[in-house]
């Protein structure tokens, strides 16, 4: 009966204030207060914890009068109301999909038998509900720092020590919990989340440039490489020194001091440049680089973008499920709007399977499970990760977002974190920059690549589009053609008003596809539906029929998130997308401003004609390079159906099975790569056809080494590849590889004097002319050599002996080795050993080493008379099971002293009046004592062993 009540006593109250100067909001709060009264009773606030954190349970007056000036009300239901129930009363803020904050009290008489309570709200609202858990474990004289948006034209809000602001409208403060409804009371604070700690998104490195056409553009387009384009890393700094991104670091000044191996992976997906093997190759690979460090999660200043040209932002990070439009989603699509050209590229997440803690779709495992605020943004590009064959692993984070939008928009490869897929989607974004700054003499905006690579998408998981993987796997081939095929339109549009596009089919078009996308204006914080804009896409063809674009449920419900895609009218997103299957003639696509209060719009469409009946071959690309012996993944786009037969040639006349029964739909067939040196054609055989690849090539991968590494020059060597005609050796002396010499030989004398790098590789040249595989590439510093020595250790054995080991890099006009041991401060040979050909590993026996430590080291002499001298190695003697040796002597700071046997034995040190300056315990055949705190004299080491001393020597501290 309370809410039949309550429901007379609203009706009966807005009469009275229709015949009198009342102040509504006043009595509706008598009014609610009345109800509260009733309603706890049955509601006991100890256990709601949504009615303690934001109803007003004790002084109704404050929410009243607050700087606000507004009562908005704490309603829960029974059951889900539905958005459009919920609008009537003006939805504030969603906090579950039972609680709301709503500007009314739910009136309608069947509405309010869903109402479990209204109360009062209480300012908390505009804070997130992870920064409210952090208060409530916090004692009332505790602090809390925090982040804030400020109302810039009020001025800066009390209760708090504002510590640092940012962009004039967002402040890190820090305020004590007792203080704390008096500060979120004030107007001039918008809203306040916590600050919280990002974590990267990556589980173990990988890389696959084939499945999103990567390798295919880099092959078919070989001067789209992202020159001339920056890109930024906003997380901790890579290694600016790695050899696949050596020299293309541009500073900020914004970059962390934390040096990072997940930024260096996500720096090399993105323009690696190739240099340390085929894997080192990213998407770019000759775009710069430059960092900004993600501990501020707000966009960075855009001067600092303009000043440096950077005009893409990659963000592999998370701060855990975050399911509300807060203040980073609302800067990010402020700066888009504003910047047009700035393209931020987002990670989804790792939390796939995971269920929100908060928000409308909370305690619904596997859904709306992005890891950031940021990633609820309009205007940003989020990527899912999928595996090698477009599935999507469980942990890839999946949407819709807060209010129901599509997140993430696209996926790509992403198998180890979905880190992977967000530097593998800017890395093709970047790509597409340049394509377009190719054509056109400009960056293009930020909105437009991004509704490309949503229309050039491959469509995966359900059809046309879902919550998990969007609008489809990102397809760089297609995208970089829809840009040279100018494939794309703008315009504007106002309230009510809009524009209409003609676009004739080409004949044979088995679908068309058209997407539309417009940089929204940002919504206010905590706003409970993003979109601002709104503007309506369908398409009609010449008989008059009209296609909507393509809508998801939001309703919060797995089964409802997890439906099939209809046509319809859609309210939510600032990306749309119709589909026509066997269209003709000229279609119109008609685009108009439902409502746009903040217009007019500028909006961008894409359209794709996918033919009726095709087959392309995608991987190898033409000209490619494979390591013969590898697996690859073969791929290919079809629309035919059922199954062929593979086959390989290496003369493009006499055919190899590779595989019978192949399914077409798939795509794809792993293939182990023939050990040949030769040019290599496919061709997929179906019952009517044959579809033969362009050739490709397959070589041996070469095993590069170090012979030596001397003060004057280097030596490298590699096994011979068989029917090679010569050699290509390649070395990194700026950014990029470059050929350092042609050679018929096996190996190569590299002088230090005239040649500055010391990064380097080789392919081998078959006997048409052209080059194979690249060596991983080495540095030569870095394997360990001296000059010629790989290594000479020195093994004391049972008998008093040292067997000496020596392993050469090269013979290379090596005569002889002599072999020599530290005697009376001066090396004295042992005796001598001719080099033999092709024998690189020597050993010989000391029969009479020293007691004690002996030093070795062998002089190899030079066919020319040279010497050239190795390190040592050492080698310690003990005649006796009770032998013991003390050294160095005299001694700076640390005595090492050796022992035959592990007993635990008492040392103490005396000095030379007989004063006990140490004692301790040791056990080990080796142990190192410090004396760095004893002052210089003359001082003795004794051994006592079951009271008995076993050891005693005079030794001197420097």
Not at 112 to 125: M, R
Request: proline share 5%.
């Amino acid at each position: 009966m309370v809410p039949l009540i309550a429901l007379a006593l609203i009706n009966a109250l807005r009469y009275i204030i229709s015949m009198r100067h009342i102040v509504a909001r006043s009595l509706l709060v008598l009014l609610l207060l009345f109800l509260h009264l009733q309603l706890s009773a049955r509601q006991q606030p100890g256990t709601d914890t949504l009615l303690k954190r934001y109803a007003n349970l004790i002084n109704t007056k404050a929410v009243k009068d607050s700087g606000d000036n507004a009562v908005f009300y704490l309603v829960r239901f029974r059951v889900y109301p539905g958005t459009g129930a919920l609008n009537r009363y003006g939805i504030v803020k969603v906090l579950n999909r039972l609680y709301f904050i709503l500007q009314q009290p739910v009136t309608d008489t069947t509405l309010l038998h869903n109402v479990v309570y209204t109360y009062p709200a209480n300012n908390n609202w505009k804070s997130s509900d992870q920064l409210l858990r952090q208060l409530e474990k916090l004692k009332d004289h505790d602090s809390l720092r925090l982040q804030l948006t400020l109302d810039t034209s009020l001025a800066l809000p009390e209760w708090c020590h504002i510590q640092r602001i940012q962009a004039k409208r967002f402040a890190i403060a820090r305020v004590r919990k007792q203080d704390w409804p008096q500060f979120i009371a004030q107007a001039a604070v918008r809203s306040a989340d916590a600050i919280r700690q990002p974590k990267t998104e990556i589980i173990i490195s990988g890389n696959d440039m084939t499945l999103n056409r990567v390798s295919t553009v880099q092959q078919l387009y070989p001067n789209l490489q992202g020159a001339n384009m920056t890109v930024s890393l906003k997380e901790n700094l890579f290694d600016t020194a790695d050899t696949d991104l050596t020299g293309r670091y541009a500073d900020a000044g914004l970059a962390s001091d934390i040096i990072d191996s997940h930024a260096t992976i996500m720096g090399t997906l993105i323009a690696g440049a190739g240099n340390s093997g085929p894997e080192g190759k990213g998407a770019a690979p000759q775009a710069r680089l430059s960092s900004s460090d993600f501990a501020n999660l707000l966009p960075d200043d855009a001067t600092v973008y303009g000043r440096l040209g950077i005009r893409l932002q990659n963000h592999s990070y998370g701060t855990g499920i975050e399911n509300y439009y807060g203040a980073e989603a609302m800067a990010y699509d402020q700066q888009i709007v504003a910047m047009d050209t700035m393209m931020h590229v987002f990670s989804s997440g790792n939390d796939g399977d995971q269920a929100a803690p908060d928000g409308i779709y909370s305690g619904i495992p596997g859904w709306a499970n992005l890891s950031g605020t940021y990633k609820q943004a309009k205007n940003v590009l989020v990527a899912g990760g999928t595996d090698g064959g477009n599935l999507l692993p469980v942990g890839s984070a999946k949407g819709p977002a807060y209010d129901g939008r599509v997140k993430p928009e696209l996926a790509a490869y992403g198998l180890d974190g979905t880190s992977n897929a967000s530097a593998l989607t800017s890395g093709i974004s970047t790509l597409v920059q340049d394509a377009y700054r190719q054509q056109f003499g400009q960056t293009p905006p930020a909105v437009l690549v991004k509704t490309i690579l949503i229309n050039s998408a491959d469509d995966i998981g359900n059809a046309h589009v879902d919550y998990s993987s969007g609008y489809g796997a990102v397809n760089a081939l297609l995208a970089i053609n829809a840009v040279r095929e100018q494939r794309f339109r703008s315009g504007s549009a106002a309230n009510g008003s809009g524009q209409d596009i003609a676009l004739t089919v080409p004949a044979g078009t088995g679908q068309v596809k058209i997407t539309l996308g417009w940089p929204d204006p940002p919504a206010a914080e905590n706003a409970p539906k993003a979109l601002v804009n709104d503007l309506d896409l369908w398409v009609t063809n010449a008989a008059g029929n009209r296609y909507e674009p393509w809508i998801l449920s939001s309703f919060p419900d797995a089964d409802s998130l997890q439906a099939p895609a209809r046509r319809g009218r859609d309210t939510l997103n600032n990306t749309e997308q119709v589909t026509i299957d066997n269209p003709s003639g000229v279609i119109r696509v008609h685009i108009s401003g439902a409502s746009v209060p903040q217009g007019p719009q500028p909006f961008y469409i894409s359209y794709q004609y996918t033919p009726r009946s095709y087959f392309r071959w995608d991987n190898p690309a033409p000209g490619s390079k494979l390591a013969a012996g590898s697996t690859i993944p073969l791929r290919w786009a079809t629309s035919r159906t059922g199954t062929g037969t593979l086959y390989y040639s290496l003369d493009s006349v006499r055919w190899n099975t590779i595989i019978l029964g192949q399914s077409l739909a798939e795509g794809t067939y792993s293939w182990q790569v023939p050990d040949v040196f030769s040019k290599v054609w496919l061709r997929m055989l179906l019952n009517d056809t044959a579809y033969v690849s362009q050739a490709f090539y397959v070589s041996p991968a070469p095993e590069l080494h170090v012979g030596f590494d001397c003060t004057d020059s280097a030596m490298l060597y590699w096994p011979a590849i068989p029917n090679a005609s010569g050699y290509e050796v390649y070395a990194l002396t700026g950014t990029h590889l470059s050929v350092y010499t042609r050679t018929n030989n096996t190996s190569v004398i590299i002088p230090k004097a005239t040649v500055g790098g010391t990064w380097f590789t080789i392919s081998a040249i078959h006997r048409d002319g052209w080059t194979g595989v690249q060596a991983n590439g080495l540095d030569y510093r870095n394997q360990g050599l001296s000059c010629y020595v790989s290594a000479l250790l020195a093994d004391p054995q049972d008998n008093q002996r040292v067997v000496l080991a020596l392993s050469l890099g090269s013979l290379y006009n090596l005569r002889t080795i002599w072999w020599e041991r530290l005697s009376a401060g001066s090396f004295t040979p042992l005796q001598s050993t001719p080099v033999s050909s092709g024998v690189t590993d020597y050993t010989i026996t000391d029969d009479s080493p020293q007691q004690g430590i002996n030093l070795y080291r062998v002089r190899l002499e030079t066919t020319d008379g040279r010497m050239i001298l190795s390190d040592t190695a050492s080698a310690v003697i003990l005649t006796d099971e009770n032998a013991f040796f003390l050294y160095p002597n005299p001694v700076p700071n640390t005595l090492q002293l050796l022992s035959r046997s592990s007993t635990e034995r008492l040392c103490r040190i005396v000095d030379i009046s007989g004063r006990e300056v140490r004692r301790l315990i040791v056990t080990n055949t080796q142990e190192s004592i410090d004396v760095a705190g004893l002052a210089p004299g003359v001082y003795v080491l004794a051994l006592y062993e079951g009271g008995k001393e076993v050891f005693v020597r005079k030794w001197v501290k420097l």
